[in-house]
């Protein structure tokens, strides 16, 4: 098992930045993919982004390819999401998840293990 736990969402204005962090916990954080999605209120949940375990590769949604960069310290069992210039369509509960293999994928169904979500909310 996996333990997740996101935190640093809150509240932000348009153009401005907020950086989520997804602590894990429970097995050797270094052999799992790691990805963030988010989901809006009546909307299904959305890939954002994802890190292979070594950190190496990182890919990106388009909506936000340019303005959220993603990264991992496998020292501190962490992964990152910084996000920068940030849009009212930016709004969503923000998830981590986690997929034990070296690269991960943008369909939530080949995640494994997930947090509980941390909000973001940007306003005009």
């Known amino acids: 098992q996996v333990q997740l736990a996101e935190s640093g969402g809150g509240l932000a204005q348009a153009g401005g930045s907020l950086r989520l962090s997804c602590a894990a916990s429970?097995?050797?954080?270094?052999?799992?993919?790691m990805a963030w999605f988010r989901q809006a209120p009546g909307k299904e949940r959305d890939f954002v982004s994802s890190?292979?375990?070594?950190?190496?590769?990182?890919y990106y949604a388009d909506s936000v390819k340019g303005r959220f960069t993603i990264s991992r310290d496998n020292a501190k069992n962490t992964v990152y999401l910084q996000m920068n210039s940030l849009k009212p369509e930016d709004t969503a509960v923000y998830y981590c998840a986690a997929k034990f293999w070296m690269v991960g994928g943008t369909d939530p169904s080949q995640y494994a293990y997930w947090g509980q979500g941390t909000q973001v909310s940007v306003s005009s």
């Open positions: 890190i292979t375990r070594s950190g190496v590769n990182t």
């Open positions: 429970g097995r050797t954080f270094s052999n799992y993919a």
